[in-house]
């Protein structure tokens, strides 16, 4: 029998994603990397040298998290009624205060003479 170690002759496996062999851990998922690491990571990425790599901001990356999040119908539904309520306070402010406006304008328009044309 041959060793579990070969490759085939195309193979571009990246190894690190199955952890250290030696010591039996897996990898986290996480890797650490130096500032100087990142920055040429960066640098790479920004000129177009590399397509190995994205820049993404953190709200992209939590956007993606959220969007691969498995919820049940109860989440989402409790999800959709908190969205629902802070919606509807938001538009409660917003009536507030088109109504202080129309009667600020009343107030206006009855204290000043109508101009004859």
Do not use: C, H, Y
């Not at 650490?32 to 920004?46: A, H, N």
Request: glycine content about 6%.
């Amino acid at each position: 029998m041959g060793s579990r170690k070969s490759q085939g002759k195309n193979s571009f496996v990246d190894e690190s994603l199955f952890g250290n062999r030696k010591t039996g851990t897996k990898a986290t998922g996480a890797n650490v990397i130096s500032i100087d690491e990142l920055r040429t990571i960066r640098g790479k990425t920004e000129a177009n040298n590399q397509q190995d790599a994205v820049i993404i901001s953190a709200n992209e990356l939590s956007r993606i998290k959220d969007a691969t999040t498995i919820k049940t119908k109860d989440q989402l539904m409790q999800e959709r009624t908190l969205n629902n309520e802070q919606k509807d306070a938001a538009m409660a402010k917003s009536k507030a205060r088109k109504a202080k406006m129309v009667e600020m304008d009343q107030q206006r328009a009855s204290k000043i003479k109508p101009e004859e044309w």
